[in-house]
């Protein structure tokens, strides 16, 4: 898990996230800008005293090669135990640091997707 340079934490209702990515050889075409580098921003608010929470992450290029569309999501969190499960919409696929500078595919793409993830105590 990557640790990030900036957590402000609201009690138990929320958190905001700040953090810068560089990202080596993004450009796939020889160019000037090889490399790139993002302000990685998320948030997570919690619906009052529910286990359920909105999330939100965006990933906007501050400079060096950018390919015009900046990766977006935003979803839904539930947590159950251990358990956390996830909807989410996004407007990019990546996965990778690289994917995620290369931003989204088409500006009017959106995807949605769903992610169940275990917490150890």
Known sequence: MPKYI???????K????????????TNPIEGDDQNTMLLGLGTRLRLGKSRTYIVAEAAPVVSGYDAGIDHVS???????????????????????????A??????????????????FF
Do not use: C, K
Request: proline share 3%; hydrophobic share 40%.
């Open 6 to 12: 900036s957590l402000l934490r609201f009690t138990e």
């Open 14 to 25: 929320g958190a905001i996230y700040v953090q810068p990515l560089f990202v080596f050889n």
């Open 74 to 100: 935003f979803g839904f969190e539930h947590r159950v135990g251990g358990h956390v499960f996830q909807i989410t919409v996004t407007n990019a696929l990546g996965t990778t640091m690289r994917q995620i």
């Open 102 to 119: 290369l931003g989204g595919p088409h500006e009017d793409d959106w995807f949605i997707g769903f992610n169940l993830s275990r917490r």
